[in-house]
């Protein structure tokens, strides 16, 4: 994750696997200063006197605002193709319309990587909802599941290693996350 950015534009797309092709996500792309600047001004209480950290991230030419539409699966599966003649939530085990945009998020990441750009992804405050919809005319059919930064990163050589997380609290082991064919056994047939 890259947390400070040269100003320069990138170019961007966006196409990502979908449940029943519902295509129940959209994305709000802010690519002008103007439209970045309107961000961070809904977001942050000081734009003017950034931290470390919004300074850096307010520098990113393009701010990408993944969200979801739990309307767009439920009528999908209604349709005749699908067999469901009603749109009862309960036949949802889990949010598919989060979960698809979330890895359509993490695809922009991903091809950010490649494209030897730097992003990062967060979420928007809960006080600061309303405000962002408002600002940015977001539709009550469509949540917000969080927000990519994406630009070139600062320091040309690449990005800098991360002084987040894993400099404060360990990393689980392989162990702890990996369970073998049962949960509770190793990572490797051998554990």
């Known amino acids: 994750m890259v947390r400070s950015y040269a100003d ?13 092709f ?20 809904t977001t942050a209480d ?3 006197h950034p931290d470390r950290w919004l300074a850096g991230m307010m520098r ?4 990408i605002v993944p969200c979801s539409s739990k309307a767009a699966y439920v009528e999908r599966y209604a349709e005749p193709d699908k067999g469901w003649t009603d749109r009862d939530e309960a036949r949802w085990p889990m949010p598919f319309w989060h979960m698809d945009v ?8 991903q091809t950010a990587v490649d494209e030897g750009l730097g992003a990062c992804f967060f979420g928007i ?4 909802e309303a405000a962002v919809r408002r600002e940015f005319g977001i539709p009550a059919d469509f949540d917000p599941v969080g927000v990519v930064t994406l630009g070139h990163p600062a320091d ?14 360990a990393r689980k082991p392989l162990a702890e996350v990996v369970h073998r064919g049962r949960w509770g056994h190793g990572a490797s047939p051998s554990a």
Do not use: C, K, Y
């Open 46 to 48: 000081d734009v003017e």
């Open 8 to 20: 320069t534009p990138v170019d961007h797309a966006t196409r990502a696997p979908n449940a029943g």
């Open 156 to 169: 040309a050589a690449g990005p800098p290693a991360a002084a987040g997380s894993p400099t404060r609290r």
């Open 22 to 41: 519902s295509q129940g996500w959209a994305f709000l792309v802010l690519d002008t200063p103007e439209d970045v600047h309107r961000w961070w001004r």
């Open 60 to 63: 990113a030419p393009v701010v």
């Open 102 to 109: 979330a890895m359509a998020s993490l695809l922009i990441l």
């Open 125 to 128: 405050p809960p006080e600061r």
